[in-house]
């Protein structure tokens, strides 16, 4: 039994077994609300990238990125209650930076894909998540690097885009990815209730 199976069958028999506040967990409900939720950041950052970079170059879409990336999670996440966001192991914005639970996963694909799964193939996960004061809904799914993203997190970013990232993240892990790499994944989690 391979590690997802083994997560899928966890995630059933807590759907049987976890009693939040108002019962049962409707597992599939979740997983419904996480991915319109993830798909809600994803297709409103991606807009507003496309928009920046045609409109003012690449280096005035990195500033657009820094401002609104952080803005749009915490509005989606408002407005879904739950909490929406975007992570990878190697990160340009440390608040970006994986939990315990997240950076697992990511690992996990990456395992799959050393196994030769392509990143357009790896699975969403869903799981029930004990907390120590409650149980958690967690949910994940891939991000691929794609062409375009190459400008901000391709192997060779060209000058002065390369200087605008290094200027406003020092710290940045986020380049040297090859289209087909992973380059991270939404992330949503919910509280579902304390463990009286
Ligand atoms: C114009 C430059 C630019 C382009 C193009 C770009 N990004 Fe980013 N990306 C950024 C910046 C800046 C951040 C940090 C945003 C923040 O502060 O939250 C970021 C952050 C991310 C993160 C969050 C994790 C982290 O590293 O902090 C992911 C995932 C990501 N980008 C994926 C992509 C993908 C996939 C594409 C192509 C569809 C893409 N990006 C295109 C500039 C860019």
Redo the contacts with the bound molecule.
Sequence with gaps: MNRFTASVILAGFLTVTACGAGGEVDLEAEKADARAAAGELGRTL?GE?VGA?QSGG?VE??EV??VR??EIAARVSEDTGMEVA???LR???AS?APDAWEREQLEHYLRLMDDGRPVSELPEIAELVDTGDGTAFRWMKP????G??A???GKSVAEPVRAA?EARYPDDA?TGFEEGDL??AFTVSKPLGGSQ
């Design positions: 991606k990238l970079m690449p879409a990195i990125c820094a990336a952080p975007r992570t990878a990160v340009r914005n970006n991000i691929a690097m794609g375009v993203c400008t901000c997190h990232i986020a380059r991270g």
